[in-house]
């Protein structure tokens, strides 16, 4: 497996200089409308348990939280949307929270060790990359919970999110197969990480759930933080026939947006609901409720009740809905006439029937031709 470039982290000895508590609001809304998603009313529910242990305790001295990642806050994504769900739940629980970015791969062990050996509480490591070097140091400190999103290690005092991201992208692959005039559509991804390949997978498998001919086509672009590059795959995946692309690439995948405004196709979002990086280009996106998610771990510490397991988390019906699952789709806002009903009507059947379990999108976390 690759690591990210060097040059995405920065010296450890410098990397406090990016920590802080204060950081510029971004506002990567993540609706919770969804009734109206699609005027045809899509509606997602939960398809995959995950469910933090109930409340049953009430901690009484601020909990001290760490958000750590080499992800970088002011990308519109994976790390603005961590962010973001960090600094509504400090207001929420009057948290100490530390929030540290842009972490550079072999500097993710020592940070570890150094937030823990501070007396965190919490430790969200946010990133999959964080799984191992999250096993190694907990051992050493057992008081101190930690939990990886998106990865797929556990212990005793080490939980892990790995969200069925593949059950959106599925939804996403579907829906630009029945529109596509091409027959061919694209992606772009920052690594071959297994959670990313599992997005593109499901992308994949519903795109040929409508057209088992259609030609997926995609490049892996080796860094998460060049806006540049992500133009560069979009243009090329785009004048080689694709008239929709979507992006797990992070600050790269702006990149991807902007290489489809300019040529006049279609782009989905990943992670965050990005309409507004282009309103007329991205058609929907598929969002992640981090702030749920983190507020499930947050609760068990609090509770006394952690509990160190792998939680695979689905589909919901719209941001903080009741329930276990943390991705759901976001609305067309003004692009909805520009998708047409029967279309839409397709889209809903196919939601409902991930709902019920009728289909079943598997997780496949190594590529497929």
Do not use: C, W
């Given at each position: 497996m690759k690591s990210f470039e060097c040059n995405k982290g920065t010296n450890y000895n410098?990397?406090?200089?990016?920590i802080h508590n204060m950081y510029s609001e971004q506002s990567v809304t993540l609706r919770a409308i969804?009734?109206?998603?699609?005027?045809?009313?899509?509606?997602?529910?939960?398809?995959?348990?995950?469910?933090?242990?109930?409340?049953?305790?009430?901690?009484s001295a601020p909990l001290r939280v760490a958000l750590l990642t080499d992800a970088l806050f002011s990308d519109g994504g994976w790390g603005a949307t961590a962010y973001?769900?960090?600094?509504?739940?400090?207001?929420?629980?009057?948290?100490?929270?530390?929030?540290?970015?842009?972490?550079?791969?072999?500097?993710?062990?020592?940070?570890?060790?150094?937030?823990?050996?501070q007396g965190n509480d919490l430790i969200i490591a946010h990133g999959f990359e964080w799984g191992d070097p999250a096993l190694r140091v907990s051992a050493d400190y057992p008081d101190t919970k930690f939990v990886v999103f998106t990865g797929l290690t556990n212990s005793s005092n080490v939980a892990s999110v790995f969200p069925m991201?593949?059950?959106?992208?599925?939804?996403?692959?579907?829906?630009?197969?029945?529109m596509s005039k091409t027959g061919t559509i694209g992606f772009v991804g920052g690594q071959a990480y297994p959670n990313i390949i599992n997005i593109f997978e499901g992308y994949k498998q519903g795109a040929r759930s409508i057209n088992p001919d259609i030609?997926?086509?995609?490049?892996?672009?080796?860094?998460?933080?060049?806006?540049?590059?992500?133009?560069?795959?979009?243009?090329s995946l785009i004048n080689n026939g694709a008239d929709f692309l979507i992006h797990v690439a992070d600050l790269s995948g702006q990149?991807?947006?902007?290489?489809?405004?300019?040529?006049?196709?279609?782009?989905?979002?990943?992670?965050?609901?990005?309409?507004?990086?282009?309103?007329?280009?991205?058609?929907?996106?598929?969002?992640?409720?981090?702030?749920?998610?983190?507020?499930?771990?947050?609760?068990?510490v609090q509770n006394g009740n952690f509990s160190g397991q792998l939680y695979k988390p689905g589909l919901e019906s719209a941001k903080g809905a009741s329930g276990d699952g943390i991705v759901f789709i976001a609305p067309f806002y003004n692009l909805d006439s520009k998708v047409p009903t029967d279309v839409k009507q397709k889209l809903n059947q196919i939601v409902q029937d991930i709902i019920s379990g009728k289909i079943v999108v598997p997780e496949r976390t190594e590529a497929s031709s």
């Open positions: 410098s990397m406090h200089k990016i969804f009734a109206s998603v699609i005027s045809a009313g899509l509606i997602l529910g939960f398809s995959n348990a995950f469910q933090f242990p109930s409340n049953t305790y009430a901690q973001n769900a960090s600094q509504t739940l400090k207001e929420k629980y009057g948290l100490e929270l530390t929030t540290v970015e842009n972490v550079a791969i072999p500097d993710i062990e020592p940070t570890l060790r150094d937030f823990a050996d991201q593949q059950e959106g992208s599925y939804v996403l692959g579907a829906l630009a197969a029945m030609k997926v086509i995609g490049q892996y672009i080796d860094t998460f933080t060049d806006p540049a590059r992500g133009k560069e795959a979009g243009v990149g991807v947006i902007q290489a489809a405004r300019e040529k006049g196709i279609y782009a989905f979002g990943v992670v965050a609901d990005q309409h507004n990086l282009a309103p007329n280009t991205v058609l929907t996106s598929f969002v992640l409720d981090m702030e749920k998610a983190f507020d499930g771990a947050i609760k068990m």
